[in-house]
Structures are given as structure tokens and as C-alpha cells.
DNA sequence: AAAGTATGAATGAACG
DNA sequence: CGTTCATTCATACTTT
């Protein structure tokens, strides 16, 4: 397809994600944009576990500094990680909560001769429990802004067990697209 | 958590929608990616080229819920889709635009597709919260069809526990975090 | 079957 | 902070 790869320098099939730090040596001839190391994901990651999620700029500037061993990094892909990985788990939360499972109890008419086969609607996805009380262990020196935040979100902290069904049984198609 | 990988499913070697529309039997047992029945794709390109680009939330899981009578798919599913076409589209006009200096003798307007009709330079801003227009091609039954829409934004009232209080995290785990 | 293409999914970067 | 854009990776699908 030739795409564009116009402007900067390609990269040489990087794999990402292969647990065990297969080698992505991303240092070298990088440019562009960050492609964060396996070793740096993984520190990030169990920083964000841990309860981290608004880094101040201290702790950006200690980040960015310990993962700068395993690779080329700044601060603001740490910032910018932060960011986007907190957007996300909540985007994403959003978007795989209400998706299938559709109640679409319609006039059952016809039935044609559709094939639903076995349509298997959401893979009972599994609700992390979440804790209700926060606990920052890290960063007593300077908690300039976690304050008491736990008190927000109190709305209601059931855990919706919603036992998805062994059985989905398929309302009667009638698909228009005024449903918007 | 960790998005990334999304396990590992056996590939089973599905049809897609084997040619002609006819029957695209979905996959039974696929896990790996969303693979898109024609249906769902003809309802995506209508959606696209009626000016939906970016639909918000509620109308990708509207959206989606429709959708999930061809096939499982996730809201998720529509939301990659959409950002996916417009991209490509986006991607697409700029290559064939600029750059490139020599004038191909041959036409220009090959093959290309048809799935370009609006959506072409101009500040015309596409419509982005449109008001669907039936467009199906398998459902003869015309009932409720031309319903008033109105201009009530009436948010679907629906009780979904929505509150994401996912705030700290304090696993008992000990992590070699102690540089901050 | 290999090579090429189309496209779903993921994520860094940035905007408003 | 939520949303959007751009680029890339992975894989289903097509062509040779």
C-alpha cells in the first residue's frame, strides 16, 4: 500500500508487549516518537497499580529519571503516559460496560431465516474490585494535592453482579437506523 | 487491567461475509478480533457517509446495541471503526493530494471507490449529530419510519450504575518503587 | 503459499 | 480531563 511513512525515520518492526523484554532495544536510531521499552511499561504500569495516577512534576522528573536507564525518555512521555492511561481505563470502562447485551424486545415478526449462530455476547467481564478507600502509601513528604479526594464518588459502590446469560436468545431483528 | 494483551484466542480460520452479501456467517467462536459482518459494515459506511464521524458515547453504544443483531460486537468495536475510517479517509485525500508532482496521464478518478461522495474539501462542516434517515436494504417492513425526532435531548433515562470511582489502588504489593 | 492489501486495535501526542 | 489525531502493530483477507 505504500503508506506514507513520510517525514521521519521508520522503525524496524519493534515488538511491543512481548512479556520478558524481548530486546526492544528501542535506543539506537529512534526518532519520532517515544516508543517506551517493555522494562519502562512494566514500571509505569506497577506505578499506576499502585495507586499512582496524577504524578506531580517531582515525581515525573524521579520517573523519568529511573526509567532513563532502560531507554531514551523524557519527561513529558511520562506525563503523557499518566494521562493517557488513566483516560483510557475510564474510556474504556465506559465503552465495555454497556455494549452488548441488548434488550431490544421488539415486535417479533420474522425471523426470516437469519443465522445466529452462537453469538457469544460479552465474555462476562470481570469487574476489578475496586477499593473505597484510597491509601497512598508513596509521597508523604509533599501531598500537595491529594487531599482528601475520596469523597466524590460516593454515589453508590455496588458491584453490579450481573451474571451474563448462558444463553443469549436473539430478539427478532428490526434495524432501522433511527435510533439515533 | 493492562490493555494491551488481549489474550491469546486460537485462530479458527473464519468467513467474512464470503463475498457476495449473502450469508456472512459470522464467525462462531472467534475471540482474537472483531470481524465484522457485512451488515454491520453496510450500517457503519451508511452512518459515515450520512456525515457521522465522530459519534459521541450514546450513540456509539446506540449504535452498537442495533448492531449486536448481526454479530457480536462491542462498543468498542464501533468506536475504532469510526476512527479508524476517518482516518484512513483523512490519510488517503492527503497522499493523493500533495506531494507526488508528476501528473499521471492515467485517470484519476479510477476505480476509486464509492465511498467518496461528500465529505470533500470545504469548510462545510459535516453534519455531526445528524438525524438518521432509514437507509436499510433487508428490512421491507416501513412501520415507524418517519417519526419526529424533534430536537429532545432526552438522555435515555436509563439506571446505569455510571459512576467510576476507580480512584487509588492499594495493593499489598511491595514494589521497588522507592526512588520517589 | 508468499506477497500485498485492507482494516481492527493500540497508544503516543496533543488539543479544547 | 475528556476527546481527537496520527502513527504503528497485528491480523483477516485478496491477489499473484
Known sequence: MDEGMSGFC?????????????GNG?????????????EQVKVLTDL???GLRTPSTDQIQKISSQLSFY????????????QNHKARERQKRRKVSID?????????DKISSPKQ?????GPARVIETLQ???????????AEKMRFHANEYCKEATAFAYRV?????HPPLDLRLSFL
Do not use: H
Open 26 to 38: 528501542n535506543n539506537g536510531t529512534k526518532c519520532g516518537r517515544w516508543n517506551p521499552t517493555t
Open 117 to 121: 449462530l452462537n453469538q457469544v455476547s
Open 132 to 142: 473505597l478507600f484510597p491509601v497512598n502509601s508513596f509521597d508523604e513528604s509533599e
Open 10 to 22: 521508520i522503525k524496524a518492526a519493534s515488538f511491543r508487549g512481548s512479556g520478558g523484554g524481548g
Open 71 to 82: 531507554g531514551k525518555i523524557e519527561s513529558k512521555n511520562v506525563f503523557y503516559w499518566f
Open 100 to 108: 452488548d447485551k441488548d434488550f431490544t424486545r421488539r415486535d417479533q
Open 48 to 50: 499506576f497499580r499502585s
Open 165 to 169: 446469560g448462558t444463553e443469549m436468545d
